[in-house]
C-alpha cells in the first residue's frame, strides 16, 4: 500500500491530534466475508473443490459462524481495536522462528569509503539523522501519515524506538519505553570486530551528541575492538527458545560501502521503517553539523561478558544455524528501467495494482497455474491499525494471465482483461484498507472459537483454506524516496518473497527464495518478471498508439 508522504512541517503536539478520532476496527458482516472468501478460493479450486468448499461455508454460515461473530463483535465493543492484541501474540511474540532472517532487512543506497575513518564519519553522520528523527517523535511534531487523504494511526512510530523485544521459552514479550518516561535511554548498542559497546549518544541534560562528538565515540569503540572477540551477537540470530536476548533496530555499515539495517517486526510495518530511513538519507545530503555538541559526554561502555562452556557451544551452534540460513536464501534485485509509475499512470492504472497483475503473470509463464498471493494491505486508518491482506490472485487476474500469451486472443481483448484485472485488485485493495477483507476476520473467529473452547470449525480445516491461505507470493509496496528497498524471506517453503520500490521512472522489486526448495528460484522469477513489464508496457503501448 502506498503512504502519502506529508510535507515535514513541524508543528508541536500535531503527531496525535487526529489520534483519538480515528475509527475502530469494524468486525464484517459475516456473509460478506463468506462471500467473498469463496471468490478468492475460485481461481485455486476445480470444480469438484469448489463445490465441496461452498458446502463448507454454507455449513458454518448456519451453525457455528454465527455463534463465533456475536462472541467477536462483544470482543471488538470491549478493546480499542479488537485484533491487535491477538495479531502480535499470533503474528510475532508466539513465533519461535529467528528474527534475523524472518524479521525484514532494509537496503540503503551503496556508499563509497575510501578507508575506516569514512566509514566511521559516515556512520556518525546516520546515527545523527536518526536522532534528529527522534527529535521530531519527542517532540511530537512528526506529521500525521495520510493515505487516499485519510489520516492514519501513528502509534507504530512510536514504538520502533527504545524497545526490544525480549525472548521466552515459548512466547517473547515486548518492551518499549514511551517519550513520556522520566527515564529515557542515552545509548546505542554498537557492535564492532563483535565486541559490543553501550554506546551514549546524548549528553548529561539530554542534548544529542554533535556529529563530532559522535565520531569521536565511534573511534573510541573502534580503537578498543582491533582484534574480532567472541561472536557473542551471533546468539540473536538462533531460534528464539534459545536465545535469551534480541537487541532492535541495530545498523550495520561495513567497510564495503553497503549499508543495511534488520528491525524488529513485532511493532510496526515497513512504511514508519522507510520513513526513518528516507529522512536519515535527506539528512545525510542537507546536513553537516545541525546542532552545537553537548557536555559531559560519557566514553563507550564495552560490554564484557562471561561465557560458560554450555554458552560457548551454543554459540557454536548458532554460528551453523545462520550460515546454513543464509546459504539457504536467495536474493536477487531487480533495479527496472525500462519504465515506472508514470507510465502506468499515464495507461490510467494502478500502478500497485499493475504490479501485481505482473507477478500474476510472470508466476504463471513459469509454473502454469495461479497460486495465492498475499499482499499487505494497511489497516492504519483504524486505530492501532496493523494490516490485513490483499488476495492478490483473483479470477479476473487468471482471465489476464491464461489470455496473455494466447495468439488467438486479440491485442485489444487482452487489454480490456488487463482493465479488468487490475480494476478487480483496486476493489479488494479498498476492502482491505476499509476493514472489509476476509483473513483477519476469518482469524478472529478462529481464535474466538479457541478462546472459547470450542472445536475448530470444518472450515478451517478445509483443503480450500489451505490452499488459499499457502502464499507462495509473499508481497509487500514499501515506498522511498530513495533508490533502496525493503526485503524478507518467503513465508512458506516453495514460495516468495517480493517487496518492491515503484518511482517514477523505474521499479525496483528484491525478490527471495530458499535454494533448498526445486521449485523455485529468484532468478528465474526475476528474468519471468522482467519480461512480464516488457510484454505488459508493449501491449498498452500498441493500443494506445492504435487509438491516436
Not at 513541524?10 to 462471500?35: C, D, H, I, M, W
Not at 494471465?401 to 485493495?429: F, G, I, N
Not at 470450542?454 to 491461505?469: G, H, N, Y
Amino acid at each position: 500500500m502506498t503512504i502519502e508522504e506529508p510535507g515535514r512541517v513541524a508543528v508541536k503536539g500535531r503527531t496525535f491530534s487526529v489520534q483519538y478520532s480515528l475509527p475502530k476496527l469494524p468486525v464484517p458482516a459475516l456473509e460478506q466475508t463468506l462471500n467473498r472468501y469463496l471468490d478468492t478460493c475460485r481461481p485455486l479450486l476445480d470444480d469438484e473443490q469448489f463445490k465441496t468448499t461452498s458446502e463448507i461455508v454454507q455449513k458454518f454460515k448456519e451453525k457455528e459462524g454465527p455463534e463465533l461473530q456475536k462472541l467477536l463483535e462483544e470482543r471488538a465493543t470491549q478493546h480499542t481495536n479488537w485484533l491487535s492484541d491477538w495479531w502480535k501474540s499470533v503474528a510475532y511474540l508466539d513465533s519461535r522462528l529467528p528474527v534475523v532472517v524472518v524479521n525484514p532487512g532494509f537496503y540503503m543506497p551503496r556508499q563509497s569509503f575510501r578507508g575506516k575513518q569514512e566509514q566511521i564519519d559516515f556512520t556518525a553522520r546516520m546515527i545523527a539523522g536518526l536522532l534528529d528523527y527522534k527529535i521530531m517523535l519527542d517532540e511530537q511534531t512528526l506529521p500525521v501519515d495520510t493515505m487516499g487523504g485519510k489520516p492514519l494511526c501513528m502509534v507504530q512510530h512510536y514504538q520502533l524506538l527504545n524497545a526490544c523485544r525480549i525472548p521466552g521459552l515459548k512466547k517473547d514479550t515486548h518492551v518499549h519505553i514511551p517519550p513520556t518516561d522520566s527515564n529515557q535511554p542515552r545509548h546505542i548498542t554498537l557492535i564492532h570486530n563483535n565486541h559490543i559497546f553501550s554506546m551514549d549518544v546524548y549528553g548529561s541534560q539530554g542534548k544529542p551528541l554533535s556529529i563530532s562528538q559522535l565520531r569521536a565515540q565511534l573511534q573510541a569503540c573502534v580503537d578498543q575492538s582491533k582484534v574480532p572477540a567472541a561472536p557473542v551477537g551471533i546468539l540473536t540470530t538462533m531460534d528464539r527458545s534459545s536465545w535469551g536476548k534480541a537487541y532492535h533496530d541495530m545498523f550495520n555499515v561495513g567497510e564495503d560501502g553497503y549499508v543495511s539495517a534488520n528491525y524488529e517486526h513485532t511493532t510496526a510495518e515497513g512504511p514508519p521503517v522507510i520513513g526513518i530511513m528516507d529522512h536519515i538519507l535527506n539528512f545525510l545530503e542537507k546536513h553537516k553539523e545541525p546542532w552545537l555538541g553537548a557536555p559531559d559526554v560519557q566514553p563507550p561502555k564495552r560490554l564484557n561478558f562471561n561465557l560458560s562452556e554450555k554458552v560457548k557451544q551454543t554459540m557454536s551452534r548458532g554460528l551453523e544455524d545462520i550460515e546454513s540460513n543464509v546459504q539457504d536464501t536467495m536474493i536477487r534485485a531487480l533495479f527496472f528501467k525500462d519504465y515506472g509509475k508514470n507510465f502506468i499512470k499515464t495507461a490510467k492504472m494502478s500502478p500497485d495494482a499493475y504490479i501485481q497483475v505482473a507477478y500474476q503473470l510472470a508466476y504463471y509463464r513459469i509454473y502454469k497455474q495461479p497460486c495465492a498471493t498475499y499482499e499487505s494491505g494497511s489497516l492504519r486508518r483504524f486505530q492501532l491499525g496493523r494490516t490485513d491482506t490483499i488476495r492478490s490472485c483473483s479470477s479476473a487476474s487468471l482471465a489476464f494471465t491464461e489470455a496473455m500469451d494466447d495468439p488467438a486472443v486479440a491485442p485489444a481483448v487482452k487489454v480490456d482483461l488487463l482493465r479488468k484485472a487490475v480494476q478487480s485488485h483496486r476493489q479488494y485493495t479498498d476492502y482491505t484498507v476499509n476493514g472489509q477483507a476476509v483473513d483477519r476476520h476469518l482469524l478472529g473467529l478462529k481464535l474466538t472459537a479457541l478462546e472459547y473452547g470450542r472445536d475448530i470449525p470444518e472450515l478451517f480445516m478445509d483443503l480450500a483454506f489451505k490452499e488459499s491461505t499457502h502464499f507462495r507470493l509473499s508481497t509487500s509496496q514499501v515506498a522511498s524516496q530513495h533508490e533502496a528497498f525493503l526485503c524478507f524471506v518467503p513465508v512458506v517453503p516453495d514460495g516468495y518473497g517480493l517487496c518492491y520500490n515503484p518511482r517514477e521512472e523505474q521499479l525496483i522489486v528484491c525478490i527471495t527464495s530458499f535454494n533448498n526448495s526445486p521449485e523455485t528460484n529468484s532468478e528465474k522469477l526475476m528474468a519471468s518478471l522482467t519480461q512480464s513489464f516488457r510484454d505488459m508496457q508493449k501491449l498498452l503501448a500498441s493500443q494506445m498508439q492504435a487509438k491516436l
